[in-house]
């Protein structure tokens, strides 16, 4: 039988606050010195009258029951993979394909570093700089772009480029993520709002101990994007000058620039998302910024007993009220273009099936919007 103290692993990061891992699950919390003090008690001494009478800290007898319940529910309490808790079906977030690339990756460390090396980073800065220059100095390269020259073969090699800079995207994460010596446990494919999308876990960012090299791994993606988007339309130009038309290239760098500039979104869960996490040091800013504005909306006499006034700082109380109001009213507005996009690639197979399909999920997602409600009763 596998400890609790084997696969349960506690960083001690800024102001007196833990980032605790979970390594069977490969997930992470962040909490304070006598939450984490009391994780540790609850591992090393699981009988509770044992656990009581060792117990000497702060936390009131409520609150330990609540931590105890949290810990439980989050599975770490848990030691064995059967034991594990059945993981909540994320409706936004569908995973269809995964695999591990820590082994490649470990095995190319070498040239990861060549490529991410300074002096190459700013060589792409550089070639992208120029790619500006060139298409800035050529006002007549924007009466060239034009969807009429687009067919059905044009299209699909188009998409085509686009999936396999998307793979790009997600490796450029997990290389610059292995380069820093973090762990990429899986990358793959997923439906994200019900469109086909690649990701990569680069959730081992959170023990980085500089805050730059996490915005580096979570920005590396973008960067790629723009360095393919700088190639495409410098290879567009070099042939237009040798009298050579290859438009294609230039709607692929046109679609990858306005691909990367909807990734920095934070919204969503995208990767702006992400780096704006990290840049204002708020984990779980999503659920805290909803919560937030929940607690102004519901009155006091219906919030449920245990629910305490947020500690948060107060530039932090704006920020997630600020954050909260605009990720609510653009969340519905992303759904209504995920459902449309789903409508849209189905129509032309499947008829008014396609609306029926639509009709569906959309109960699917009244049902995940409740469940995600009744979450937000609860503290962080």
Not at 60 to 78: I, P
Not at 85 to 92: E, I, S
Not at 285 to 290: E, I, M, P, V
Request: overall charge positive; hydrophobic content about 45%; proline content about 3%.
């Amino acid at each position: 039988m596998t400890q609790a103290a084997e696969v349960v692993e506690f960083h001690e990061t800024e102001n007196n606050s833990f980032m605790i891992k979970h390594k069977l699950l490969n997930k992470y919390i962040k909490v304070g010195r006598r939450e984490a003090d009391y994780l540790k008690l609850l591992i090393s001494h699981p009988e509770d009258s044992e656990r009581e009478r060792l117990y000497q800290g702060e936390l009131t007898e409520k609150e330990r029951r609540y931590l105890m319940e949290k810990f439980e529910e989050w599975g770490f309490l848990q030691t064995e993979a059967e034991e594990m808790p059945a993981k909540k079906r994320d409706m936004t977030l569908i995973k269809l394909f995964r695999f591990n690339p820590n082994r490649w990756l470990e095995k190319n460390l070498y040239i990861i570093r060549i490529l991410l090396h300074p002096v190459a980073v700013a060589a792409y800065g550089l070639l992208m700089l120029g790619a500006l220059y060139m298409m800035m100095s050529d006002p007549d390269l924007v009466n060239r772009i034009s969807l009429n020259g687009i067919g059905i073969k044009e299209g699909l090699i188009l998409y085509l480029m686009m999936i396999a800079t998307t793979a790009f995207h997600e490796m450029s994460h997990a290389a610059v993520c292995k380069k820093y010596g973090g762990s990429v446990p899986e990358t793959g494919v997923m439906l994200f709002y019900f469109g086909p999308a690649m990701f990569c876990d680069v959730s081992s960012t959170y023990l980085f101990k500089k805050k730059r090299h996490k915005l580096a791994v979570l920005f590396a993606g973008i960067y790629s994007q723009w360095m393919m988007t700088a190639i495409s339309a410098i290879t567009f130009y070099g042939l237009l000058q040798a009298g050579i038309e290859a438009p294609l290239l230039l709607y692929y760098s046109i679609a990858n620039l306005g691909m990367s500039l909807l990734n920095l979104i934070p919204l969503v869960k995208l990767d702006g998302y992400w780096m704006l996490c990290h840049s204002l040091g708020i984990v779980n800013l999503r659920q805290k910024a909803f919560r937030a504005v929940f607690s102004k909306i519901l009155p006091r006499s219906k919030r449920k007993d245990g629910m305490k006034a947020n500690a948060e700082r107060p530039f932090e109380k704006r920020v997630l009220l600020l954050y909260g109001i605009a990720a609510a009213a653009f969340t519905p507005l992303f759904w209504g273009w995920g459902i449309y996009q789903l409508i849209d690639r189905l129509q032309p197979y499947l008829g008014m099936f396609a609306y029926a399909a639509a009709s569906i999920l959309l109960i699917m997602l009244a049902v995940h919007a409740m469940k995600f409600w009744r979450t937000l009763r609860e503290t962080v």
